[in-house]
């Protein structure tokens, strides 16, 4: 096999599982582990993929790399629409209490489900929210008593964030907060692009008395450039896949409950 064959077999493998690993494509192109990575050299070079440790990730997968959340709502619908019923059955009718809401597209569905929620004993459901959009979804259900942080937009995300809001979120203590991530990993815990938005996470976690982490499981496996959280710093995750079983060992070990959608 020619070189340019395979690596347009790699490019397909990529494309196909978003992630190949350097000895399972020299077993499968029945040639060298050195063949295959002057092969993934060749195509990280021309802006393919990106080298990470054992193998390579789709180009789009860098530690800094993030879509906008208008080109990201129809991603994995239906996953993210399964994840949210599943958060869902935290807040029952019964529930009485608060919850924080992150921004981010699986929690803007779940927000529009909040949107319908009411209670069966009259009490008002607390939402905090760091999103605009949330607070939009949520505006015109009279059981829903609800609390804006407040901080400087950041368009890509529509997160509010910044100094301001953690120092908000710090002096919070809610039931439960569902939060997004754009990677979770065995070494590297949950992860996201930027910066202000990791800070604004990582004071969620510890101000909530449950965090519950919701990561379809195009998240699973991944590692964005700034870690907020450690595995057990979290509760929950609800994910719809199996995670692997590198990460599913670790998840174990730091006592995170995993709910399947």
């Known amino acids: 096999m020619y070189a340019?064959?395979?690596?347009e077999s790699i490019a397909l493998a990529l494309e196909a599982a978003g992630r190949v690993s350097v000895s399972q494509l020299a077993a499968d192109l029945d040639v060298t582990a050195e063949t295959v990575r002057r092969d993934l050299d060749a195509l990280e070079y021309a802006g393919l993929l990106r080298r990470v440790h054992g193998g390579a990730v789709s180009a789009s997968r860098g530690s800094v790399t993030e879509v906008a959340i208008g080109e990201r709502r129809s991603e994995r619908h239906a996953a993210k629409s399964a994840i949210v019923d599943a958060?869902?059955?935290?807040?029952?009718?019964?529930?009485?209490?608060?919850?924080?809401l992150d921004a981010g597209t699986t929690t803007a569905l779940l927000a529009e489900r909040i949107a319908a929620w009411s209670p069966s004993n009259g009490q008002q459901l607390t939402v905090i929210t760091n999103s605009m959009q949330n607070l939009v979804a949520l505006d015109k259900n009279p059981h829903l008593d609800l609390h804006l942080v407040g901080g400087r937009l950041r368009g890509l995300t529509g997160a509010l964030v910044g100094t301001s809001t953690v120092a908000q979120l710090e002096a919070l203590r809610p039931?439960?907060?569902f939060l997004g991530t754009n990677g979770i990993s065995a070494g590297f815990g949950l992860s996201t692009p930027d910066e202000l938005e990791g800070a604004v996470k990582g004071a969620m976690v510890k101000s909530a008395r449950r965090a519950v982490v919701l990561a379809d499981a195009a998240k699973l496996d991944q590692e964005a450039l700034v870690r907020f959280a450690a595995?057990?710093?979290?509760?929950?995750?609800?994910?719809?896949?199996?995670?692997?079983?590198?990460?599913?060992?670790?998840l174990t070990l730091a006592d995170v409950e995993v709910l399947y959608a």
């Open 4 to 7: 340019t064959e395979r690596q």
């Open 175 to 177: 039931d439960i907060a």
């Open 87 to 100: 958060a869902m059955r935290m807040l029952p009718p019964t529930f009485r209490g608060s919850i924080l």
């Open 231 to 250: 595995l057990d710093e979290i509760d929950t995750l609800v994910t719809d896949e199996v995670p692997g079983p590198e990460l599913l060992e670790a």
